[in-house]
């Protein structure tokens, strides 16, 4: 009875520990853009969008676009997956992926493989470290 006992809560240590590990690896924190240039991994970057400087670039077939957090330090943002809906009316959004140099010189990208949009029933939210008339044009109420 003791062998199996063993082996049970062994067994179950191992799933615990997987678990754990599986969901560490998946999360991606949250940072700045300072933090986010000075990391060699995944991280979440926030920001007000620079709607003025979005288009899509043909030739590497990629949103492109600069966001600025809320220290103003601003980075462009390389997004390859499709627009999200919402994004020419969102003020803000939440992009996922690493900083790399661009070839040829010092200036780097925040390449983004996961691109979140804040959505239109939250615009009106007092929730964001951004005045309303930053985060898109908007009056200030």
């Excluded at 980075?75 to 992009?95: L, N």
């Excluded at 983004?112 to 959505?119: A, T």
Aim: glycine share 8%; hydrophobic share 40%; charged share 25%.
């Amino acid at each position: 009875m003791k062998q199996a006992t063993l082996l049970a809560f062994l067994i179950i240590g191992v799933a615990v520990g997987f678990t754990m590990w599986a969901f560490s690896s998946a999360m991606t924190p949250y940072v700045n853009i300072a933090a986010a240039r000075a990391s060699a991994t995944p991280v979440q970057v926030r920001g007000k969008i620079l709607h003025d400087t979005a288009y899509y670039d043909e030739r590497i077939h990629a949103l492109r676009f600069q966001i600025e957090d809320v220290n103003k330090e601003r980075i462009e943002v390389v997004y390859r997956g499709g627009k999200p809906d919402a994004f020419d009316q969102a003020p803000e959004t939440a992009a996922t992926g690493v900083v790399r140099k661009m070839a040829g010189s010092d200036a780097t990208v925040f390449e983004s493989d996961k691109l979140v949009v804040k959505c239109p029933s939250k615009y009106d939210s007092n929730n964001t470290p951004y005045r309303k008339a930053d985060a898109g044009g908007g009056a200030v109420r």
